[in-house]
């Protein structure tokens, strides 16, 4: 009989706390995205505003508890910090996930991002600080992004991405954003 209660017990506070949640806009876009920017931010962090410009979406690579970065994401050689979910393409295009209609970048790059996680012991930075080192608000020149859910092409397709441009045919698919 205790043992059922405890369950019970436990059912309850599962379900208050589910649905008690604030519910925010959706953290990440779609798909992959294929853009140009005003600067080379390839090596720069990008976080997600709301139509207020607020930071609602912000990365966090770095476990305090575990004292670790396990994320799939990140690939850390002895010389570099890698965001593997992006790659430079032709006329000076990046492909890359976790971009939005809304994304702006920030003067951090991942290995200083990171590094800022680990010797503050914090999992993501403060939107405080973030707001701080915001380097640019408006960074797009173009930006197309594949409205598919699942995304409908992955990082491996730079080839095909390649392809799409010097055909003049990114809008043919991947929607115009800017």
């Known amino acids: 009989m205790k043992t059922i209660l405890n369950i019970v017990s436990i059912c309850g506070i599962i379900i208050i706390v589910a649905f008690s949640c604030e519910k925010g806009p959706r953290a990440l876009p779609r798909g992959f995205a294929v853009y140009k920017t005003k600067g080379d931010y390839f090596y720069n962090v990008s976080v997600g505003t709301n139509e207020r410009g607020e930071l609602y979406h912000h990365p966090a690579f770095y476990n305090p508890r575990y004292n670790s970065i396990n994320d799939g994401r990140i690939k850390i050689t002895e010389d570099d910090t890698i965001y593997i979910f992006r790659a430079r393409l032709i006329d000076g295009y990046i492909f890359g996930g976790e971009i939005g209609e809304n994304s702006i970048f920030l003067d951090f790059t991942f290995k200083e991002y990171i590094n800022y996680e680990i010797n503050n012991n914090c999992s993501g930075v403060p939107s405080k600080v973030l707001n701080e080192h915001i380097l640019d608000a408006d960074p797009f020149l173009e930006l197309y992004i594949d409205q ?26 991947f929607e115009k954003i800017k």
């Open 148 to 173: 598919n859910r699942p995304g409908k092409y992955e990082i491996s397709d730079t080839a095909l991405i390649n392809q799409m441009i010097r055909n003049d045919e990114l809008e043919k698919y």
